[in-house]
């Protein structure tokens, strides 16, 4: 069944795209021009009536197509039906990386995506003070590499995508010297083949 993943130079597009990559599953990137407002036309929007990428669909031969229009709900699909297992088996490993991945998830990303709103609506103070809080929470992650190679433990999961696309939007504005084990992370995750197709889906 066809998927097609509508995205574009975002951290939440490239989640799902390394995704749907690291998963080894088929799927066809279209690009939307957000500044041309491709993603609020009409048509978009009998897609995402939130009128915001990704969104991912895959064609059913009988039946309704599968709509997907969160990148966390696209990145546990593609786990869902990967060989790779991007994800541990239910236990404490599970626990421990659903831990981290909402960390990323509602720490990192979430304050960061609320800074760039509040940049479109001139509050710089308000902006700053998120991504302030943003960039705190990523570099407190340096800990979670201390006995592991990966964020979650000792296998690349989601928890790996999703402060990968964290770290690669700040990337200019973090002090790496003062971040040994994350450098060395992230230069290794950065140079996985799928994480490196799903970074140019777009
Ligand atoms: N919760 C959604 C958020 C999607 C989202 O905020 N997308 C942003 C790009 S990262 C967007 O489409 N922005 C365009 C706009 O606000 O007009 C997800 O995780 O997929």
Not at 69 to 87: D, G, H, V, W
Not at 104 to 112: D, H
Not at 131 to 136: D, L, M, P, Y
Not at 139 to 160: C, H, K, Q, S
Request: glycine share 6%; net charge neutral.
């Amino acid at each position: 069944m066809a998927i097609r993943l509508y995205g574009a130079q975002t951290g939440n597009s490239r989640r799902a795209a390394i995704a749907l990559e690291e998963a080894g599953i088929s799927y066809s990137a279209t690009r939307l021009d957000l500044k041309a407002g491709e993603h609020k036309t009409a048509a978009f929007r009998a897609l995402n009536p939130r009128g915001l990428v990704p969104v991912m669909v895959e064609e059913c031969d009988a039946g309704a197509d599968l709509i997907l229009t969160q990148s966390n709900a696209i990145m546990f699909y593609a786990a869902s039906r990967s060989r790779e297992r991007l994800a541990p088996d239910p236990g404490q490993q599970e626990a421990l990386f659903f831990d981290r991945l909402f960390y990323f998830i509602t720490e990192v990303i979430a304050p960061n995506g609320s800074a760039f709103t509040l940049t479109r609506q001139h509050d710089e103070r308000g902006a700053q003070f998120l991504a302030g809080r943003s960039i705190e929470a990523l570099v407190l992650a340096e800990r979670f590499l201390i006995d592991t190679p990966y964020i979650a433990g000792d296998r690349f999961t989601l928890a790996d995508i999703a402060a990968y696309t964290s770290a690669f939007a700040v990337r200019q504005n973090l002090d790496w010297s003062d971040l040994p084990l994350l450098r060395a992370w992230y230069a290794r995750i950065g140079a996985r083949p799928g994480v490196v197709r799903g970074m140019a889906a777009f």
